[in-house]
Every structure is written in structure tokens, then in C-alpha cells.
């Protein structure tokens, strides 16, 4: 069964850095993306940037609000993903979860998260 | 405000069908596939449906997508008490070269 369990959240001031792991088990994590996406309290899904798989170069997208100051990576012998949260404001308290990103080449405008992480909450304040 | 819109909240009572729109334009919906997943309370969101109309394994044919130009919606037929939940409609957006997502709907099962 496929499985992604966040960890890392937690407070953090403003201007400070956080760093969130995403351990996957169940199924061979090299093989897929991995996206992650965030959810403010009471608010709606924000989508915050991608890792391609090492087929597709390993590469990364980021959303316009966090270019610059989230970075995404992964270690795939250790099944492991990596969002270091740089910079952080107060806009940035949310869930994060981590999805599985199911790709069928390198453009991800035909890919999509299949499985979620349960996400692990940051909350950005002095 | 989020790039695709949906209505905030549906309501049904049960063994209705009820519908539930997102609406985006011609570079998110109208040139990709819309997504749905189904966010019940406390928990991670859900893919319901996936490259407009698809279900994933284990995932009842009560729930259907479909989508029409801009416009996509997610119907529910044979509503049920354990339907009661957000509803997340997703796609990808070719300027902003990114996953866009609504704002969601809270489906309560009256």
C-alpha cells in the first residue's frame, strides 16, 4: 500500500527556515514526481512546486508565491523528500502535503497527484 | 482567490444526485485535464477522478467527471451520509505554468 508521511512542521518566525520531509514506502518513490501542495487554515488547496523523477532530469517547478525561497528535493535511496522553506512569512502557515506525481513525460501539464501525504502543519509567526 | 471557481458550498439529501461545477478558462480547463478529489473532515484530500472523467481503482461509479469547454463538474449520484466532505477541482495552467486549484465546495448531506 502506498504510503508518504510528512514531518518537520512546526513554528517558525518570520524570516526563518524550516525544512519538511516526505518519507514514501510502498512503492519505488525514484519511479514518480513528487508535488507538493499546501492548504491554509480554513482555506482552499495551493499547489507549491514539483520534483521530476531522475528519468525526467530531477528537475523543479515552483509557484510564482514561493520561487525563490522553497527549494524541492529528494533523495531517492533514502526514499526521501525535501521541501526547505526559506524566507518564511506569515502567509505561509498551512498544511503541507506531499502527493505522489504521476508523469508521463517531462512536461507536467498530463501529470497529477495520485496519493497524499496526511501533511504536517507549519505555522510562520513572532 | 483561487484561479479555478467553484461554488462554496452544495447540499443534497440522501440517494439524490448532485453536481458540482469549477469553472476556469482556456488556458487551465480548457486546454488540460480536470482533476477532483474529495477532502472529508481532519483528513488529506482523495483522487476521485482523475484526466477528466477516470476513476482510480476502489473509487464507487457513483461519482462521475465530466468536463465541457472551460467548465468541468463532478456529479454524485445515490448521495450518502459518508459523502459529506470538501471538494477540490484541480488542473494544470498553461501560463502560469503551475497546478491551479478551487477554492472548494463543502457538500453536506442534509
Known amino acids: 500500500e502506498v504510503h508518504l508521511v510528512e514531518s518537520g512542521g512546526g513554528l517558525a518566525q518570520p524570516g526563518r527556515s524550516l525544512r519538511l520531509s516526505c518519507t514514501g514506502s510502498?512503492?519505488?518513490?525514484?519511479?514518480?514526481?513528487l508535488s507538493w501542495v499546501r492548504q491554509a487554515p480554513g482555506k482552499g488547496l495551493e499547489w507549491v512546486g514539483l520534483?521530476?523523477?531522475?528519468?525526467?532530469?530531477?528537475?523543479?517547478e515552483y509557484a510564482a508565491s514561493v520561487e525563490g525561497r522553497f527549494t524541492i528535493s529528494r533523495d531517492d535511496s533514502k526514499s526521501i523528500a525535501y521541501l526547505q522553506l526559506n524566507s518564511l512569512k506569515t502567509e505561509d502557515t498551512a498544511v503541507y502535503y506531499c502527493?505522489?506525481?504521476?508523469?508521463?513525460?517531462?512536461?507536467?501539464?498530463?501529470?497529477?497527484?495520485?496519493?497524499w501525504g496526511q501533511g504536517t502543519l507549519v505555522t510562520v509567526s513572532s | 482567490q483561487s484561479v479555478l471557481t467553484q461554488p462554496p458550498s452544495a447540499s443534497g439529501t440522501p440517494g439524490q444526485r448532485v453536481t458540482i461545477s469549477c469553472s476556469g478558462s482556456f488556458s487551465n480547463i480548457g486546454s488540460n485535464y480536470v482533476y477532483w478529489y474529495q477532502q472529508l473532515p481532519g483528513t488529506a484530500p482523495k483522487l476521485l477522478t482523475y484526466r477528466n472523467t477516470e476513476r482510480p481503482s476502489g473509487v464507487p461509479d457513483r461519482f462521475s467527471g465530466s468536463k465541457s469547454g472551460t467548465s468541468a463538474s463532478l456529479a454524485i449520484s445515490g448521495l450518502r451520509s459518508e459523502d459529506e466532505a470538501d471538494y477540490h477541482c484541480?488542473?494544470?495552467?498553461?501560463?502560469?505554468?503551475?497546478?491551479?486549484f478551487g477554492g472548494g465546495t463543502k457538500l453536506t448531506v442534509l
Open positions: 502527493t505522489r506525481f504521476v508523469m508521463f513525460s517531462w512536461s507536467p501539464d498530463t501529470a497529477y497527484s495520485d496519493y
Open positions: 510502498g512503492f519505488t518513490l525514484g519511479d514518480y514526481g
Open positions: 484541480a488542473a494544470w495552467d498553461d501560463n502560469l505554468s503551475g497546478w491551479v
Open positions: 520534483i521530476r523523477s531522475e528519468a525526467y532530469g530531477g528537475t523543479t
